[in-house]
């Protein structure tokens, strides 16, 4: 007596059957308490995408599957929760979870890992019904329509009771994972069967075969017939399933982007995200500002206007800033500005007034000013043009400066080595810098504040 073959092919998998089908030949396979089954292998077309148990549902039916922690060995892992497939992640082309939904069941207590059952912290199992990802093996259960409706019919002789789906993996020296399982020679208890998975941390560890892209390299089927008690068996009697393969949703699967899909399985990458906020450091000072960068100049005369006599003041030769790149908004960035370069600490020009707004800071403008020849050692001003920076400076800068020089910056007018620095000199500069990014979005850094005071 035979049953016709159960095989079935489609654009993901074949099916194909490795048992011999005859019912009464010893070389069927059997459970040690007398069960029949025979063995399908299902495999996947290509690697390109995911065909894995937990996707399935046969005769519309879902899986199930339970852990034991009480099995898991000492040691390994996280002894709670079984382990995760290879596919699984948020990264692109992997699954965060099935696309079919199957009841579960987390229980031990028995054991040594205490984690779910009666002698746990929460004294039961912990039980649920969901996409959750787990390698299995995944039952499918057909005993309601075993004890009834099957019954109450008699032109079908034969159907199926039970299936078990165990996803078999390869590793890149073709051995075969997990495939020591099945109900006749390892166990009929799926509690044992403990998949495992190659452990990186492991000093032997092997890694999966690369073509197959973490997923299965097949899966098994474990298929156990129901024969009618009334109808009469034929020489050739044909099962028929339906086995549906649920194909992942491919989207974006994390939940921290703005295009988050809840439906998609599988990320493909798409996700946008919200840029984070627009800001910029302060910039920072390049050049030297301690009083061995300071000189002394003589002014006679300054923007065209000659003066009564000579008149000393005290310069800082270079004033050099690095103006850092924003951070998050939208690049590239641009529409530098210098917002404001103001003495913080001598309010229009007398240091120590209080309530007063804070005093301008000049500088020389050497392109536009004239050395007196006489003098070889070049720090006479015949005329020297000032560039008195407003408070509101709005320096326009472009785009990504980068750096930026102030040149001669006037720091004593009028200069006397034995009291300064004066009231009059300047104390504490303060730079402030902005910028837009390429979505409008403006900045303003916190302002650079150099303490002018510290360095005669």
């Known amino acids: 007596m035979h049953q016709g073959p159960i095989s079935n092919s489609n654009n993901l998998y074949s099916v194909q059957r490795i048992h011999d089908d005859n019912v009464n030949g010893n070389n069927f396979s059997i459970t040690p308490s007398g069960l029949k089954y025979y063995t399908l292998i299902i495999t996947p077309n290509d690697y390109s995408q995911l065909v894995c148990s937990g996707n399935f549902t046969i005769d519309g039916l879902s899986s199930s599957w339970v852990y034991n922690s009480d099995y898991h060995p000492i040691g390994s892992g996280n002894a709670c929760y079984p382990v995760n497939p290879p596919w699984h992640g948020s990264g692109v082309g992997q699954s965060t979870s099935f696309t079919t939904p199957h009841s579960y069941i987390l229980k031990g207590g028995a054991g040594s890992n205490v984690c779910w059952g009666p002698n ?79 452990d990186p941390s492991n000093p032997n560890f092997v890694p999966l075969e690369p073509t197959h892209n973490g997923y299965p390299k097949h899966i098994k089927a474990f298929i156990f017939p129901e024969y009618h008690p009334e109808v009469d068996l034929q020489a050739r009697m044909d099962i028929d399933l339906d086995m549906d393969y649920v194909i992942d949703v491919l989207g974006c699967t994390d939940v921290s982007a703005l295009n988050y899909d809840s439906f998609a399985t599988v990320n493909d990458g798409s996700c946008t995200y919200a840029p984070a906020p627009l800001a910029m450091d302060p910039p920072v000072v390049t050049s030297d500002i301690s009083s061995a960068n300071h000189t ?87 005329d020297a043009v000032l560039n008195r920076l407003p408070i509101n400076t709005n320096i326009y800068l472009g785009v990504n400066p980068g750096t930026y020089s102030f040149g001669k910056v006037i720091l004593e007018i009028a200069h006397d080595p034995a009291n300064s620095p004066n009231n009059g000199a300047l104390h504490e500069i303060s730079i402030e810098i902005s910028a837009e990014d390429d979505a409008g979005g403006n900045v303003t850094a916190a302002p650079l504040v150099i303490d002018i005071l510290s360095q005669y």
């Open 120 to 198: 746990s912290n929460s004294g039961q199992n912990f039980t649920g019904n969901g996409t959750y990802r787990f390698n299995g093996p995944f039952e499918f259960d057909n005993s309601t329509y075993c004890d009834g409706a099957f019954l109450s019919q008699f032109s079908n002789p034969v159907t199926w009771r039970k299936i078990i789906l165990m996803d078999i993996y390869e590793n890149d020296q073709g051995t075969l994972i997990n495939d020591l399982y099945d109900p006749a020679t390892y166990s009929e208890d799926l509690e044992m069967w403990l998949q495992y998975m190659p």
């Open 296 to 382: 002394v100049y003589t002014l006679l005369g300054i923007d065209g206007t000659t003066l009564g006599g000579p008149l000393d003041i005290l310069v800082l030769n270079t004033l050099d800033i690095s103006i850092p790149t924003p951070t998050g908004g939208t690049a590239p960035y641009e529409d530098f500005n210098i917002e404001s370069v103001i003495d913080n600490l001598n309010p229009n020009g007398v240091y120590g007034q209080n309530n007063a707004p804070p005093s301008e800071v000049y500088l020389i403008d050497d392109t536009l000013s004239t050395l007196d020849p006489s003098d070889p050692s070049g720090l006479t001003y015949l």
